[in-house]
């Protein structure tokens, strides 16, 4: 047992003081949160205002209004030119392209409207997006003046829907209509991050565990411990690593958000407004605010972090032994194990594929069945739990997943105490069955 | 007391025979040499002794025990590819691998004090292994296998890589712990050092041991009664009617006997035939030779 603590020891030690472990840990918070101030920067400073030349010549638009008219980023201008003489000079007057209404009937029957634009580049998306919505609007008016209808009738025409939930079973009283929704945001981070574990830190003790056996360590290692007990203490080490990571960035992250939040309050502020105005969303409403913040203090947290961490120690070793084993089987050629480590990550990605279908659909059979399958439930049953499935559903899945893990650890032990000692000899899925069974 | 009893030790993989019932004593005190030509199984019995494995069938006692999971700690073992943790420190390093052996922090500091200052690299303690030189390296991985004070000290080509001076260094650390009661176990091909350290020898080839003994034993059993016989002056000119001649040159002559009573007479030939003899020598034979005749250099190789 004391081994088993001095293998863990080194294997967390000697990864914790690594330069890039004490980098990644304090600058990857930093990273994500410069990002995120330069996406604000982006967001606001990218609203560049562009000139397109409008050419009418039928009026069919009737704009009446001389000068220029803001729609979108888009601004419109009716120099009184022809479309030739333009196409010539549309550059030196400061525009990026024309936009030639072509002569068509116009009237409320119409489904399809035409224009052309000419311009020296390529349509950007954008571009294109704020030239189509600047003309719908006009083409709007005008069938809404046809039709007789004014903008107070057509508001009218619109009920909004709330779906207000009340599950039976479930002891509380009130579910709010935002629950469902904080759910699925708290589901999919768990599981991204239980993903993101089992395979960030998977790999890792694949590494290690190939570095000692090209190292030939290894050989000195297990004439004073057992394969097993330093396959377990790599496994156990590299995992209390991330979840030191993890705890690092728990606490670092919010903190810089908030000083960054407070320190670009203004700007937040501005550009929210800017993309409330402009696509006119329901959200960043003071009301749902408060309703968010009221929902979230709802969930049992002790629960969910109970059942994600069962799910997190269960996923990571069951699949972290599997990646040892592979270590073990393929020595100094990364290119041979390839097709193994394929092997291990196809369930990963699948789960994390169900996973976020689940996510949307957390009561579906697929969801029930993903869970009970113990190479998808790590990813799939963090995602269900706070859609507060059935008790025994969740016992099931776990002991299911911790039977399953045990047992692939124990299985893939057996794998890696011969697998370290092959040397020069290329691993099949055929050696792996044979070592198994293998006595000492 | 034998420090290890082998019997009909017995071990097969799928595809081929590694070990077929070899059986030998190592004795107390004792530098003993495990000799064989690559694949011999040599690598496999060395790993049934340090319990890497375990073998299929015969007996292993350990002074007088049979083989268990504690015995490593009294046994050191240094394997033929050496491998040290690259990005370790050399102090944290040692002080890990013999804390595997069963030290407690403060008997492991201590050992490794002592074995820094007896190798004068103090200085190097907080270098990482990857800085070092292949000398350097080969030294901390000699500390990493004695500083526990093995009973049993089992070296698989300790020299290979070691440029002269340092394998001097390594020659003499070898001898101290001998002379303190280490018995050690030296598995090696190259001959010429067997010669010059051990005094018990066992040879293996395709899993079988073939010879075992003293060093003074196994070249006795494998003598051929050459003798080298310096002279002066004419040697008799029907000398080749008595013997056979293998090399000649003016001064110098080896000759082939039938046994040791023979030699007395042939002495007593060339002295009668008026030969000046100035020195009389029997030649026995090197274990490289005993080798290549045992093995006869159809080694798996």
């Not at chain 1, 863990?8 to 918070?29: C, Q």
């Not at chain 1, 169900?354 to 799939?380: C, D, H």
């Not at chain 2, 018995?183 to 001959?191: E, G, N, V, W, Y």
Request: aromatic share 10%; hydrophobic share 45%; glycine share 8%.
């Amino acid at each position: 047992m004391s081994k088993l603590w001095l293998i863990i020891g080194r294997e967390y030690l000697s990864r914790v003081k690594k330069k890039t472990f004490i980098l990644t840990t304090i600058f990857a918070p930093i990273g994500f949160v410069l990002s995120w101030v330069a996406l604000i920067f982006i967001m606001s400073s990218g609203n560049e205002t562009q000139k397109v030349a409008l050419l009418d010549p039928s009026d069919i638009l009737e704009i009446k209004e001389k000068g220029r008219l803001r729609d979108g980023l888009v601004m419109y201008s009716y120099p009184k030119k022809e479309l030739k003489g333009l196409k010539e000079t549309f550059e030196e007057d400061g525009y990026r392209g024309i936009i030639f209404i072509p002569e068509q009937p116009l009237d409320s029957m119409t489904t399809k409207f035409k224009i052309e634009y000419y311009s020296n580049e390529s349509l950007g998306l954008n571009t294109e997006e704020n030239i189509k919505e600047g003309i719908e609007q006009r083409v709007k008016k005008l069938k809404m003046l046809q039709l007789d209808v004014d903008e107070l009738t057509l508001k009218r025409l619109k009920t909004g829907i709330d779906v207000i939930p009340t599950n039976m079973k479930a002891s509380k009283e009130e579910v709010s209509v935002y629950r469902a929704r904080i759910a699925t945001v708290l589901g999919s981070i768990m599981m991204i991050l239980i993903y993101s574990v089992i395979f960030i830190y998977g790999n890792m003790v694949m590494r290690s565990v190939m570095e000692e056996k090209t190292n030939r360590i290894v050989e000195v290692l297990i004439s004073s411990v057992k394969p097993f007990q330093l396959m377990l203490g790599k496994i156990i080490g590299v995992g209390a690593v991330g979840l030191t990571q993890f705890a690092i960035w728990a606490v670092t992250l919010p903190l810089l958000y908030l000083g960054v939040g407070l320190l670009f309050a203004g700007k937040l502020q501005e550009l929210q407004q800017s993309m409330t105005t402009s696509t006119a969303s329901p959200t960043g409403n003071m009301g749902d605010m408060m309703a968010i913040m009221q929902e979230l203090q709802n969930f049992d947290y002790t629960y969910i972090i109970t059942v994600f961490f069962i799910f997190f120690i269960g996923g990571y070793f069951l699949y972290a032994s599997l990646f040892a084993a592979v270590g073990a089987a393929m020595g100094d050629d990364w290119g041979e194990g390839q097709s193994l480590t394929l092997i291990i990550s196809i369930p990963i990605i699948i789960a994390l594929y169900v996973g976020s279908a689940v996510v949307r659909n957390p009561t579906s059979s697929l969801g029930i069945w993903a869970s009970m399958f113990p190479f998808f439930a790590p990813i799939v049953m963090p995602v269900r739990v706070v859609f507060d499935p059935p008790m025994y559903q969740v016992i099931i899945s776990a002991v299911i997943l911790m039977i399953t893990g045990v047992f692939f650890t124990w299985l893939s032990g057996r794998i890696y105490r011969v697998g370290i000692l092959m040397y020069g000899k290329k691993t099949s899925i055929k050696d792996f069955a044979k070592w198994m069974f293998r006595k000492d | 007391m034998n420090v290890l009893e082998l019997k009909d030790v017995r071990k097969t993989y799928q595809e081929h025979v590694a070990c077929n019932n070899i059986s030998f004593d190592i004795p107390e005190g004792k530098i003993f040499g495990l000799l064989g030509p690559n694949g011999a199984g040599k690598t496999s019995l060395i790993r049934i002794i340090t319990t890497i494995t375990r073998a299929d069938s015969g007996s292993i006692l350990f002074r007088g025990e049979p083989l268990n999971s504690t015995h490593p700690s009294q046994i050191g073992y240094m394997a033929e590819e050496r491998g040290l943790y690259k990005k370790m420190k050399v102090a944290e390093q040692i002080t890990y691998l013999a804390r595997l052996k069963g030290f407690t922090k403060k008997e492991a500091k201590n050992e490794l004090e002592y074995w820094l200052e007896k190798f004068d690299i103090q200085d190097w303690r907080n270098k990482k292994v990857e800085e070092l030189s292949k000398g350097m390296q080969q030294k901390i991985q000699f500390i990493t296998t004695v500083i526990h004070k093995p009973k049993l000290l089992i070296l698989d080509e300790p020299f290979s890589g070691l440029d002269p001076v340092n394998a001097n260094l390594i020659r003499d650390e070898i001898d101290d712990l001998h002379k303190n009661g280490t018995t050690i176990l030296f598995s090696t091909h190259r001959m010429e050092q067997v010669e010059q350290i051990c005094e018990h020898i066992v040879l293996i080839n395709k899993g079988t041991n073939v010879l075992s003994g003293s060093v003074d034993e196994v070249k006795d059993q494998f003598k051929e009664f050459l003798f080298k016989v310096d002279y002066q002056g004419a040697l008799p000119s029907n000398i080749e009617e008595h013997v056979t001649i293998i090399s000649k040159d003016a001064t110098q002559v080896v000759v082939k006997l039938r046994d040791v009573s023979h030699a007395n007479n042939f002495l007593k030939y060339l002295l009668h035939h008026g030969t000046m003899v100035t020195a009389f020598n029997e030649i026995l034979p090197t274990l490289n030779e005993v080798f290549i005749k045992i093995v006869g250099g159809k080694s798996d190789e």
